[in-house]
């Protein structure tokens, strides 16, 4: 087939992204890593702009692994990135794409002014750090190592998340009937079972003086079966572990009254690229 003439003239990187990982995780099949550890960052195309508008696929995940996959092809298999990874690459396709600022609304906690911030994508790119996994948590004679969700485990965790989310919200509507109490024990069974299941699967080991388990039906099992104290402390490390790799939050000083504080940015896909 002829070469089009108008190739000169497609897309190029706009910025090349080191990932905070480095790449560690990751084998050829998932990340194809350039020597020098750079990937090329392409903006967004037309269809990139319509796909992450699509509330299902944004839902389940399919509309970020496409989005990804033609804004940095050097990322093959996005559902195995790691969470170490996924907002640097979010960060680094919304700056590719735009003049590297976007605006934030924010509510002052001093004197609730409600204003509008710009925000430096780039500054907040080269905040993003790889997080130490090592640290375990030894529990009696165990010893319990965590380690970063996949995208394809964080998409899952998500839903199940809502699901948590829709269950609170039905609890909070409960009247003092019988019928209706058997009802939030049944919601709470639920809500717990989903916690044991998100938690579970950001265990990469539990080792014992015989033997070391790695497999997550076993993990479960016994996050199920173990007392309360044991497992709130694994759910307290694995809460540990996961802010520690969440994007810092920003500084900034209100307009109407200088106060200065912390802002927390969520990675939300439809606010984030809308």
Not at 3 to 15: A, D, E, I, T
Not at 72 to 86: A, C, E, Q, Y
Not at 124 to 142: I, Y
Not at 186 to 210: C, G, H, Q, Y
């Amino acid at each position: 087939m002829d070469q089009n003439p108008l190739k000169q003239y497609f897309r190029r990187p706009s910025m090349y992204l080191k990932l905070p990982s480095m790449g560690k995780f990751y084998d050829t099949t998932v990340v194809n890593m350039p020597p020098n550890n750079e990937l090329p960052v392409y903006p967004m195309t037309s269809v990139d702009e319509i796909i992450i508008r699509t509330p299902d696929a944004l839902f389940n995940g399919a509309a970020m692994v496409d989005l990804i996959k033609s804004c940095i092809p050097n990322i093959i298999d996005p559902w195995k990135l790691s969470s170490i990874d996924v907002d640097a690459v979010i960060i680094a396709i919304r700056a590719a794409s735009t003049d590297g600022n976007m605006d934030i609304e924010s509510t002052c906690p001093s004197c609730e002014e409600v204003s509008t911030y710009g925000v430096n994508l780039l500054v907040m790119l080269a905040e993003q750090r790889d997080v130490n996994f090592s640290e375990t948590l030894k529990l009696r004679d165990l010893e319990i190592k965590f380690r970063p969700l996949l995208y394809s485990e964080m998409n899952k965790n998500n839903m199940a998340q809502f699901e948590v989310q829709r269950l609170m919200i039905s609890l909070s509507k409960f009247e003092d009937t019988e019928a209706q109490k058997e009802q939030m024990v049944a919601a709470m069974t639920r809500m717990d079972t989903l916690v044991n299941e998100i938690v579970s699967s950001t265990i990469e080991f539990i080792k014992t003086p015989e033997t070391t388990v790695t497999e997550n039906k076993y993990i479960y099992e016994f996050l199920v079966e173990c007392d309360k104290k044991s497992n709130d402390a694994i759910r307290q490390q694995s809460i540990k572990m996961r802010e520690a790799n969440e994007m810092k939050p920003i500084k900034l000083k209100c307009i109407a009254c200088n106060h200065e504080y912390n802002e927390k940015i969520v990675l939300n896909a439809t606010d984030f690229f809308g």
